[in-house]
């Protein structure tokens, strides 16, 4: 594993643990490099990454903060990178995406309220036995907002 890629496993593992919440500010380079035991050009290029996914967003002047990490700006870079690949690669992708939605439902499902659960619960009730694509996704898009 390069440097860089430790640097991005370090960053994301701050993220997953909540050192680093959506729209918080990083430490300044010095410090979170010494933090992470990296040298300062290896957190560079891992935040130049992060920041080319859109995990991170880098404000000239002001600081680099954690994005909200709204799957809607997530998939986006998804997107990008399926408009280029039109061989097996696109479906690598989508399996990679169904691990990420796979263990993203989990997250959820465990940090959700009660009264969120209820919610999905209630929403899940309207659909019946048996519901069409475009119920499925009109009712999946009003559950998001």
Same mark, same amino acid.
Request: charged content about 25%.
């Given at each position: 594993? %390069?440097?860089?890629?430790? @640097? ?7 993220? *997953?643990?909540?050192?680093? @919440? =959506?729209? %918080?500010?990083? =430490?300044?380079? +010095? ?10 050009? !290896? ?5 130049? @990454?992060?920041?080319?996914? &859109?995990?991170?967003?880098?404000? *000239? ?8 990490? *709204? =799957? ?7 997107? $990008?990178?399926?408009? $280029?690949?039109?061989?097996? !690669?696109?479906?690598?992708? $989508?399996?990679?995406? &169904? @691990?990420?939605?796979? #263990?993203?439902?989990?997250?959820? #499902?465990?940090?959700? !309220?009660? #009264?969120?659960?209820? +919610?999905?619960? *209630? ?14 996704? #009109? ?7």
């Amino acid at each position: 594993m %390069s440097l860089t890629d430790t @640097a991005i496993s370090k960053i994301k593992e701050m993220i *997953q643990d909540g050192r680093l @919440a =959506p729209g %918080s500010k990083l =430490p300044r380079e +010095a410090d979170l490099a010494e933090d992470l035991g990296i040298s300062r050009n !290896s957190l560079r290029e891992a935040v130049r @990454a992060l920041s080319l996914i &859109r995990i991170l967003d880098v404000r *000239q002047g002001d600081g680099t903060y954690v994005t909200s990490l *709204q =799957p809607e700006i997530l998939m986006e870079t998804m997107g $990008f990178i399926v408009d $280029f690949h039109h061989d097996a !690669s696109v479906l690598h992708l $989508f399996e990679v995406r &169904r @691990a990420l939605e796979s #263990a993203t439902a989990e997250l959820a #499902a465990v940090l959700m !309220s009660d #009264a969120d659960a209820d +919610a999905l619960m *209630q929403n899940l009730d309207t659909l019946g036995d048996d519901p069409d694509i475009d119920t499925l996704v #009109a009712t999946t898009s009003n559950s998001i907002r």
